[in-house]
T-cell receptor
Framework: SQQGEEDPQALSIQEGENATMNCSYK?????LQWYRQNSGRGLVHLIL?????REKHSGRLRVTLDTSKKSSSLLITASRAADTASYFC?????????????FGGGTRLMVKP | DTEVTQTPKHLVMGMTNKKSLKCEQH?????MYWYKQKAKKPPELMFV???????INESVPSRFSPECPNSSLLNLHLHALQPEDSALYLC???????????????FGPGTRLTVL
């Protein structure tokens, strides 16, 4: 079953613009992760934010987490054509070990050169 | 070595065939996972192995049978599959972090399975 919903489902921007993707989830979490997937390939971990954190940065990525609203956002700044991919949020829900991830529906990002 | 490998990359099988998918990691991770992903959908968790023991089975049909021969290897045995089982099968592994929680998962490239 899908724990998270992502918004928008698809996003098309020009190179150099910023891209923002949102994720909402339903149950309490230990952490929330964002992954990237190029077409038909495996997922690549981007960033993990713990439930007691509100914001985290990694290079051109900025993730926020609002546990009161059960939502997170991923911001990619100064996008590049190579950022074209699907982006998924993943939560560990009620699983105490945190090793049972449930993925959101994903946002398909296209960055036009 | 920070890689999870999966073989084969592509597999076509009939409904009466028996085949196996293989996954290997040498990062010392003690949790390994199988996911199923249909086109334009998110990955869905199938099985979790923790310290070589099956810890989570997400109500997967018995025609899928996982096996963890050792801490580096994970297999998925397939038998009497249906055409709707055609999908990308992803393997992943993760390390137990502080406080006993698991951290990010490292994914393999997947096996594209087609059932005729």
């Amino acid at each position: 079953s899908q724990q998270g919903e992502e918004d928008p489902q698809a996003l098309s921007i020009q190179e150099g613009e910023n891209a923002t993707m949102n994720c909402s989830y339903k149950t309490s979490i230990n952490n929330l992760q964002w992954y990237r997937q190029n077409s038909g390939r495996g997922l690549v971990h981007l960033i993990l934010i713990r439930s007691n954190e509100r914001e985290k940065h990694s290079g051109r990525l900025r993730v926020t987490l609002d546990t009161s609203k059960k939502s997170s956002s991923l911001l990619i700044t100064a996008s590049r054509a190579a950022d074209t991919a699907s982006y998924f949020c993943a939560t560990d829900g009620d699983n105490n070990a945190g090793n049972m991830l449930t993925f959101g529906g994903g946002t398909r990002l296209m960055v036009k050169p | 070595d920070t890689e999870v490998t999966q073989t084969p990359k592509h597999l076509v099988m009939g409904m009466t065939n028996k085949k196996s998918l293989k996954c290997e990691q040498h990062m010392g991770h003690r949790a390994m996972y199988w996911y199923k992903q249909k086109a334009k959908k998110p990955p869905e968790l199938m099985f979790v192995y923790s310290y070589e023991k099956l810890s989570i089975n997400e109500s997967v049909p018995s025609r899928f049978s996982p096996e963890c021969p050792n801490s580096s290897l994970l297999n998925l045995h397939l038998h009497a599959l249906q055409p709707e089982d055609s999908a990308l099968y992803l393997c992943a592994s993760s390390q137990e972090g502080s406080w006993g929680f698991y951290n990010e998962q490292f994914f393999g490239p997947g096996t594209r399975l087609t059932v005729l």
